[in-house]
């Protein structure tokens, strides 16, 4: 343990103690070479020894010291001193997410969108960098004072790699994802299962999965399905509430693919937060009677199949003697079939004798008859076989007009003397202005001159976006046109370098139904040009513009400040550290030295007396009270000026003030008189007034 003085490196001077966990302790730390404040994390003492946890130790230095984002804690140094382990990091004045959520309950939609995404983008940078942090959790997140949210605490995150699969699982408990409570491979959709957790957590003022121990616990994470937050926060907005849903799902392939996607869709929940944008995977039952393949299923498939043939060449080499019965049975089969057929074929053709001599019987028996009766009686004649049914005059079969063109099968119907009657419905099958469907349905026997009800596509209400030439518009008239065929409007914008600011790069879907959203990606020109910061620490103002301009960056507040070490017209810090990245003529503002702070002259006074009440009012004040108020004054050639020694106060009438001051301040350095006055508070009345004298002292 460390005490309160104690220096580290001859640099850094130990204040207090802040914070301790499992592997090391936190200390507040001032840092003397640069005059600032800082954290100090130091393994413990008792793991200093073991080389396992010193090289877990060094791992999260190594890691986080890689990593630089305004969302996530600065490592400034690393360091072994003796049998002290410990790293420098950036000092972050606030809270951490877990106790602002305790002390609010829970939080509402919008704050806890501003909080995820900050998270997010710190997670995202780390993943860039192909480390995870495998830990997060609102207790290594620290909101600070101006509301800047920083990921904290890689202490099990490691760089990805290989080893990373079949490791033990790692995490606290009520946030960790279902494959690292099964110690199994986890990637960067673990630390998303674990955000989703966490905004679960924010939304709700509660965890999804609690239990009697850290096993149950872990267990419901694998197993149970997560309560929608909307049971316990009705108000949510469905996108949000879709976010985390698909951030927590079990199956890591199920979750985004990305923080940079989680990101992308939390800013959407700020522009349209009851819009249900999120793009869901789709569920599976598993119960139904056909179910799409996995492709788990299909590589079991495919190594059955494979291992299906030298599995069978085996078979036929042990049971030659059934393999040549199955042979023989197979030429039975086959000679019966045959037969089969003849026989077939003989029936087949007894038939057709019988058709052709009946319809021979008919041309025959047809000149009796009228010429205008000759085809209604050929056609009633011929119906009247054993083909089909009977029609009388009045009689037509239905015609099939399904998938013709509407007119082209009113016209059809027409033809067999039958009206149509339509009905329009949508279709994800048959083209618009096609019938897809009929009733009676081809082949019925039906009166002459009856309705035919056919139904005709309108189409799938899908409207073809690309007819609407939305690449060619900006965003006001795209946004107009959408309007002015039923569909809404969200807008994200992207930099482009070939389309003009303000103009429409792309869309998606391609298609939408009256009524949808349909997303606008707008150019917003190029992306900027990133430039370093330089490092102005400990040079003169003349050199710290010069490095800026050369960087192409443009100098922003000059403050100055005393400094012990710094000589004086030397810069002491910068607001954006060194080697940074940030937009080309952006400002940087620094800090100049006025050298060492000069003695402080302080002007003191003291008194030592009091004020009788009874003296003042008579016995008559008995049982009455006094608001007394004491303050100093001291005259300026601007007017009078007050210090408050003693608050308005209730007093006894019968009583005696003390007068007690043994340290009083002039209110005007330098003034040498002043008076102590003892005022009625509620009347503003100067009841008594005492002079005193200052004296220098330093």
């Known amino acids: 343990m460390l005490r309160a003085g104690q220096f580290l490196q001859n640099r850094y001077e130990i204040l207090e103690l802040i914070g301790s966990g499992g592997m090391s302790d936190v200390y507040k730390a001032r840092c003397h070479k640069l005059d600032r404040l800082v954290a100090i994390k130091v393994l413990k003492e008792e793991l200093s020894s073991d080389a396992s946890f010193v090289a877990k130790f060094k791992m999260e230095a190594q890691a986080a010291a890689g990593l630089s984002h305004l969302n996530i804690v600065s490592v400034y140094d690393v360091v072994d001193e003796g049998q002290l382990h410990y790293i420098v990091m950036e000092l972050i004045e606030g809270i951490t997410l877990k106790t602002y959520i305790a002390r609010k309950g829970k939080l509402d939609a919008k704050e806890t969108v501003g909080i995820a995404i900050q998270v997010a983008q710190g997670i995202a940078a780390a993943h860039e960098q192909n480390i995870i942090h495998r830990d997060i959790k609102p207790q290594n997140m620290i909101i600070s004072r101006d509301g800047k949210v920083k990921v904290a605490d890689f202490g099990i995150a490691r760089v990805v790699t290989a080893q990373t699969q079949g490791s033990s699982a790692v995490g606290s408990v009520h946030y960790i994802s279902p494959e690292q409570a099964r110690g199994?491979?986890?990637?960067?959709?673990?630390?998303?299962?674990?955000?989703?957790?966490?905004?679960?957590?924010?939304?709700?003022?509660r965890l999804p999965f609690e239990g009697d121990n850290t096993v149950a616990v872990a267990i419901a994470h694998v197993e149970e399905p997560i309560t929608r937050p909307s049971i316990y926060e009705p108000d949510i907005p469905v996108s949000l509430e879709n976010i985390i849903l698909k951030c927590t799902e079990k199956k890591p392939e199920r979750r985004y693919a990305s923080v940079?996607?989680?990101?992308?869709?939390?800013?959407?929940?700020?522009?349209?937060p009851d819009e249900n944008f999120v793009m869901m995977a789709p569920e599976i039952d598993y119960d139904a009677d056909t179910r799409p393949i996995s492709e788990d299923e299909l590589k079991v498939i495919n190594l059955a199949h494979k291992s299906y043939q030298p599995m069978q060449q085996e078979l036929e080499s042990d049971y030659p003697q059934d393999s040549e019965q199955d042979m023989n049975a197979s030429s039975g089969i086959e000679r019966i079939l045959t037969g089969v057929g003849v026989l077939v074929a003989v029936i087949i053709v007894a038939v057709l004798i019988v058709l052709f001599s009946r319809i021979g019987t008919l041309f025959r028996s047809g000149s009796g008859l009228g010429h205008g009766d000759t085809q209604s009686s050929i056609q009633t004649e011929t119906l009247s076989s054993e083909t089909g049914p009977q029609l009388a005059d009045t009689e037509v079969l239905a015609p099939d007009v399904?998938?013709?063109?509407?007119d082209m099968a009113e016209a059809k119907l027409k033809e067999y003397t039958l009206f149509s009657e339509l009905q329009y419905e949508e279709s994800d099958t048959v083209e618009k202005n096609k019938v897809i469907s009929q009733?009676?349905?081809?082949?019925?026997?039906?009166?002459?001159?009856?309705?035919v009800k056919i139904v005709?596509?309108?189409?799938?209400?899908?409207?073809?976006?690309?007819?609407?030439?939305?690449?060619?518009?900006?965003?006001?008239?795209a946004a107009a046109t959408l309007a002015q065929n039923s569909l809404k409007a969200a807008f994200v914008d992207e930099y482009n370098d070939t389309v003009a600011v303000d103009n429409i790069v792309r869309y998606e879907p391609a298609q939408a139904r009256e009524g949808e959203t349909v997303t606008l990606y707008v150019s917003m020109g190029p992306a900027p040009v990133m430039r370093t910061v330089p490092d102005l620490y400990n040079i003169t103002e003349e050199e710290a513009r010069q490095r800026l301009s050369d960087a192409r960056l443009n100098p922003g507040e000059i403050t100055r400040s005393y400094d012990a070490v710094i000589p004086q017209g030397y810069v002491i810090s910068q607001d954006v550290a060194a080697n940074e990245s940030v937009e080309e003529g952006s400002q940087i503002s620094f800090v100049i030295s006025d050298g060492p702070e000069p003695p402080q002259q302080r002007y003191l006074a003291s008194i030592s007396?009091?004020?009788?009440?009874?003296?003042?009012f008579g016995p008559g004040m008995e049982g009455t009270t006094l608001k007394l108020e004491i303050r100093l004054r001291q005259d300026a050639e601007d007017g009078s000026k007050y210090q408050t020694l003693m608050e308005a106060t209730e007093i006894s009438g019968s009583s005696v003030l003390p007068i007690e001051f043994p340290v009083i301040e002039a209110i005007i350095p330098g003034a040498e008189y002043g008076e102590v006055e003892v005022v009625n508070a509620e009347a503003g009345q100067v009841l008594a007034s005492y002079p005193v004298r200052f004296f220098l002292t330093e």
């Open 402 to 406: 399904t998938n013709l063109p509407v």
């Open 456 to 477: 005709v596509s309108t189409g799938n209400g899908m409207i073809d976006l690309q007819t609407l030439a939305l690449t060619s518009m900006d965003r006001a008239a």
């Open 439 to 451: 009733d009676p349905v081809e082949g019925t026997v039906v009166s002459r001159y009856s309705a």
């Open 260 to 272: 940079t996607e989680v990101i992308t869709d939390l800013r959407r929940v700020l522009l349209h």
């Open 609 to 616: 007396t009091s004020y009788d009440l009874r003296g003042a």
């Open 184 to 205: 199994g491979y986890s990637d960067a959709r673990s630390d998303i299962y674990s955000l989703g957790i966490t905004m679960y957590e924010m939304v709700t003022g």
